[in-house]
């Protein structure tokens, strides 16, 4: 990449770049820790960039695949540098990037004082996004018992996740699905209904929040969806803040978050440049993962 403005010039992400990254991402308050950057690099190592200028890191975006769609989980540039085409810049070379792709959708979630910087980049908003948050009690982080309805679920069962991802979600994401797994076997459930799954629920933990999400289900319902979640708060710890992610168009998952004592506590707005079709999410996208709103 030998693109530059005011001094500054792209070259694609490293390991070694994630901690100045994050420390410019909380210099806004995000409050990420570096285990998620790391797990978007582990998902998708080739499309993230890092804007410098001599030995300093000045901004970057962070970028995940799937398919033919690109999810962006982070675009920042450091206070000094802004208002200089830097994150013109990165936007560019993200969208000629995916262009020679053939990814047909790029999305973002941004905070509202962000909305016209992505439009000026043929972004526009397709839907809202609330962010659900709870700090687990005692009575809730408890043994859970697996049966018929509520089982684990592993690597060995990626066919079954990622068929039902597909037709609920219209999502080709296994790099995403098989990546949460793998990290994190004993976070994984599955909903079963005679005997076939019939939805999931994949969470993260890192030392600042447990993240919610992906969670699809083929049949979207309170009572079930409410077994699902309280099922997945029983394998983590009392004290611990759990997330989710969740369209505020979605009045089953808001129903269930607000019956067990979530709050929202912000809103983002989905936001997307496409060649096709844009589209909310449909009913059955409860939560979306982490790095799929960063």
């Not at 990420?32 to 998708?44: A, G, K, N, P, T």
């Not at 920042?76 to 000629?96: C, T």
């Not at 076997?185 to 005679?194: N, V």
Request: charged content about 25%; overall charge neutral; some cysteine.
């Amino acid at each position: 990449m030998d693109q530059h403005a005011h001094g500054a010039k792209l070259r694609r992400m490293e390991r070694k770049d994630l901690q100045p990254i994050l420390d410019l991402i909380n210099t806004e308050g995000w409050e990420y820790h570096i285990s998620e950057m790391e797990r978007i690099l582990s998902v998708d190592p080739e499309n993230s960039i890092v804007a410098y200028s001599g030995a300093e890191i000045i901004g970057g975006i962070t970028v995940a695949v799937s398919g033919k769609r690109c999810v962006l989980g982070h675009v920042i540039v450091k206070d000094g540098w802004r208002n200089k085409r830097i994150g013109q810049l990165m936007m560019d070379q993200i969208a000629e990037r995916m262009d020679s792709r053939g990814v047909e959708t790029i999305e973002a979630n941004a905070v509202k004082a962000a909305v016209q910087f992505y439009k000026r980049h043929d972004y526009h908003i397709v839907e809202e996004v609330d962010t659900y948050d709870k700090i687990l009690g005692d009575n809730e982080a408890t043994p859970v018992s697996f049966g018929k309805e509520i089982r684990a679920l592993s690597v060995g069962d990626m066919d079954e996740i990622c068929r039902l991802d597909r037709e609920v979600t219209g999502f080709d994401r296994p790099n995403v699905i098989r990546q949460i797994i793998s990290e994190f076997p004993s976070m994984a459930i599955g909903f079963y209904k005679g005997g076939k799954l019939d939805g999931f629920l994949l969470s993260r933990v890192n030392p600042i929040m447990n993240d919610l999400g992906p969670w699809v289900m083929a049949r979207p319902d309170m009572d079930d969806g409410a077994k699902m979640l309280r099922s997945t708060m029983a394998l983590m710890k009392a004290g611990q803040r759990v997330l989710g992610g969740v369209s505020a168009n979605n009045t089953f998952i808001r129903d269930i978050f607000l019956s067990l004592g979530y709050k929202a506590i912000h809103k983002q707005y989905r936001m997307m440049r496409s060649k096709g079709k844009t589209e909310p999410f449909r009913p059955g996208m409860m939560t979306i993962a982490a790095f799929e709103f960063g």
